[in-house]
C-alpha cells in the first residue's frame, strides 16, 4: 500500500493552503490502496479541514512553528525525533507542494527542506509539484535549495517566471524543470446550493450579481505599505467597483488565520464599516472552507484578490480575476492563466504600486470582463490539463 507524505503544508487556516492539500490528497487518494499523510502545524484543525479527502494529518515533526506551538500536541524532543524516524520509515514517497514557501519573503524554505533532505540520504523518492521559486536574498538559503533540488525524482513549477529562475540564476537542467499548474485548478467547488446559502447568510440574494474582493491582512508584511494606506486603497478600490459596476461587493477573507496579523477576516470587517454607502457583504461564517469560497468566486463577475488561491479559486471557475500581488508568483500565475494575448498589466498589480497609484481601482473597475471571460474559456482546459499530469507523474514515480 503506497504511502505518500505531503510536505510544505504550514495550516488549513489558509484556505489556499487548504486548497493545496485537498487537490492532492483527493487526487492521489482515488488509486487503490494509496494512503497520504499531510504534515502540517495545526493537525486537529487540518484533519477537519480535510475530511472526505484521504489525507490523515498529523503535527509536522521536522518543522515545529513556534507561532501555532498551541495548535500542536506536546511532545518531548525524543519522541518528536522518533516520530519523524517512523514517519519515513512508512513513507513511499515524500511529496511537497506549499506554493511558494521557497523564497525569501517567509525564511522559511531551509527549514520545509529537512524531510525531503533526510528522505533522499535514506533512498525514499522525493517530488516537488506546482512550485514558485525565488528569489532567495540569501546565498546560504539558495544553496540549500539548490542542493536539494538536484537530488529530486520530479520537480514540477506552476508558471513561466519559476521555471526561468530555476534554469536561469539557479542553473538546474532544463530537463529537470517541468512546467506544470497549481494543483489547486483541481480542487472542486462546492455545490451551488453551498454558494448560495452562504451568500443568503452573509445577507445578499443569490440571484444578483455581484462582484468579490479577497483582502489579504498579511499583504503589508512583505511589501513597504502601511496598514493604512493598504486600508485606504482597498476602501477606495471598493467603492469604485461599486460606483463603476453598480453590482453588490461581496469581501471574502480566505485565511482564517488564528494570528492576527494574518487574519483576513478583521480586514474585511474594517473595510466594511468604512463603506456604509455600498451594499457589502463578508463571507466569514466559521466553517466556510475552500471549496465553498470556490463556489462563491466563481459565481462572481469579476474577482478582484490580494490572496493568490482566491485568484485560482476564480480563474479555474473561469471567472476572471485581478491579483495584487507583492511577489513574482503573483504575475507568473496569472500572466500564464490568461496567456500572451492578455497584458499583463490589466489582470496584475503590485499592491505597492496599485496602493500609490490614484488612477489604479479605476482601471479594474472597467475591465471588459465578458471579454476575459471569452479568453478564459480558451485557456483553462489547459492548465488543467497541465495540474491533472503532475498527479500522473507523482503516480508513475510510486509505481517506477
Keep these: 500500500m503506497p504511502n505518500i507524505l505531503i510536505t510544505g503544508i504550514t495550516s488549513c487556516e489558509s484556505r489556499g493552503v487548504e486548497a493545496l492539500a485537498r487537490s492532492l490528497a483527493t487526487a492521489l487518494t482515488a488509486a487503490p490502496d494509496t494512503t497520504v499523510t499531510v504534515l502540517t502545524q495545526t493537525p486537529d484543525l487540518d484533519s477537519e479541514a480535510l475530511a472526505g479527502s484521504g489525507a490523515d494529518c498529523t503535527a509536522d515533526p521536522f518543522v515545529v512553528s513556534r507561532s501555532w506551538a498551541t495548535?500542536?500536541?506536546?511532545?518531548?524532543?525524543?519522541?518528536?525525533?522518533?516520530?519523524?524516524?517512523?514517519?519515513?520509515q512508512h513513507a513511499d514517497m515524500v511529496l511537497a507542494t506549499g506554493g511558494d514557501l521557497h523564497t525569501s519573503d517567509y525564511g522559511v524554505s531551509t527549514s520545509y527542506l529537512a524531510v525531503l533532505d533526510r528522505a533522499q540520504k535514506l533512498g525514499i523518492p522525493t517530488a516537488m509539484i506546482g512550485q514558485?521559486?525565488?528569489?532567495?536574498?540569501?546565498?546560504?538559503?539558495?544553496?540549500?535549495?539548490?542542493?536539494?533540488?538536484q537530488r529530486l525524482d520530479l520537480l514540477t513549477v506552476r508558471e513561466t517566471t519559476t521555471l526561468a529562475y530555476l534554469t536561469g540564476p539557479l542553473a538546474l537542467p532544463d530537463d529537470q524543470v517541468v512546467l506544470s499548474a497549481d494543483p489547486a485548478f483541481l480542487l472542486q467547488p462546492g455545490g451551488p446550493d453551498r454558494a448560495a446559502q452562504l451568500l443568503a447568510t452573509a445577507g445578499l440574494d443569490p440571484a444578483q450579481e455581484y462582484v468579490c474582493l479577497a483582502p489579504s491582512r498579511g499583504v503589508t508584511r512583505y511589501s513597504p505599505i502601511s496598514d493604512t494606506q493598504h486600508l485606504d486603497a482597498l476602501t477606495r478600490l471598493a467603492d469604485t467597483l461599486w460606483r463603476v459596476r453598480c453590482r453588490p461587493l461581496v469581501l471574502v477573507p480566505h485565511c482564517h488565520d488564528s494570528r492576527e496579523h494574518n487574519d483576513d477576516r478583521l480586514l474585511a470587517r474594517q473595510i466594511a464599516a468604512r463603506?456604509?454607502?455600498?451594499?457589502?457583504?463578508?463571507?466569514?461564517?466559521?466553517?466556510?472552507?475552500?471549496?465553498?469560497?470556490?463556489?462563491?468566486?466563481?459565481?462572481?463577475?469579476?474577482?478582484?484578490?490580494?490572496?493568490?488561491?482566491?485568484?485560482?479559486?476564480?480563474?479555474?471557475?473561469?471567472?476572471?480575476?485581478?491579483?495584487?500581488?507583492?511577489?513574482?508568483?503573483?504575475?507568473?500565475?496569472?500572466?500564464?492563466?490568461?496567456?500572451?494575448?492578455?497584458p499583463a498589466d490589466d489582470v496584475h498589480r503590485d499592491i505597492a504600486a496599485f496602493t500609490t497609484d490614484p488612477d489604479a481601482a479605476d482601471h479594474l473597475a472597467h475591465l471588459d470582463t465578458a471579454k476575459l471571460r471569452d479568453h478564459l474559456a480558451t485557456r483553462l482546459p489547459t492548465q488543467v490539463a497541465l495540474a491533472t499530469a503532475d498527479i500522473a507523474r507523482v503516480r508513475a514515480l510510486l509505481t517506477s
Excluded: C, N, W
Excluded at 311 to 340: E, N, Q, R
Design 71 to 88: 495548535m500542536r500536541p506536546v511532545e518531548t524532543e525524543q519522541h518528536r525525533r522518533e516520530r519523524a524516524a517512523r514517519l519515513l
Design 275 to 342: 463603506l456604509s454607502h455600498v451594499p457589502v457583504h463578508v463571507l466569514d461564517a466559521d466553517g466556510t472552507g475552500a471549496a465553498d469560497y470556490k463556489a462563491v468566486l466563481g459565481g462572481a463577475e469579476l474577482v478582484v484578490s490580494e490572496r493568490l488561491h482566491a485568484s485560482i479559486g476564480a480563474l479555474s471557475s473561469g471567472t476572471p480575476a485581478v491579483a495584487l500581488g507583492h511577489s513574482p508568483k503573483f504575475h507568473g500565475v496569472l500572466a500564464d492563466t490568461y496567456g500572451p494575448d492578455v
Design 132 to 149: 514558485s521559486v525565488g528569489p532567495f536574498t540569501d546565498p546560504a538559503e539558495q544553496a540549500a535549495f539548490t542542493a536539494t533540488a
